[in-house]
């Protein structure tokens, strides 16, 4: 199993940029699919991003996509997510997750993060 450590959430005001960062360890993580998703209280939760492990592949949320960037340094074994121009919409506690396969699907990923907070006031 793999473990995942979200960091870099906070309160940041509307127009604002933050940088969430997740640190995997435990097993080798060759082949690794990772993502972000979100959950703002009383909604389900959404995808954000993904990032397949070479990085060819990588899709974005329709309410991301122009202002969030996913990235990955393996050799850190490290999940990145730029979010630029952050609305009030943007609220939510963010997840990293992690699996064999890179979808849109929570469900098709088996490690997950405690996730972090992020606060975007207007």
């Not at 870099?8 to 998703?37: D, E, H, K, P």
């Not at 996913?70 to 730029?82: D, F, M, P, V």
């Amino acid at each position: 199993q793999v473990q995942l450590v979200e960091s870099g959430g906070g309160l940041v005001q509307a127009g604002g940029s933050l940088r969430l960062s997740c640190a995997a360890s435990g097993r080798t993580i060759n082949n690794y699919a990772m993502g972000w998703f979100r959950q703002a209280p009383g909604k389900e939760r959404e995808f954000v991003s993904f990032i397949s492990w070479s990085g060819d592949s990588i899709a974005y949320g329709d309410s991301v996509k122009g202002r969030f960037t996913i990235s990955r340094a393996n050799a850190k074994k490290t999940l990145y997510l730029q979010m630029n121009s952050l609305t009030p919409e943007d609220t939510a506690v963010y997840y990293c997750a992690g699996g064999s396969i890179a979808t849109r699907s929570p469900g098709s990923y088996s490690d997950w993060g405690q996730g972090t907070q992020v606060t975007v006031s207007s």
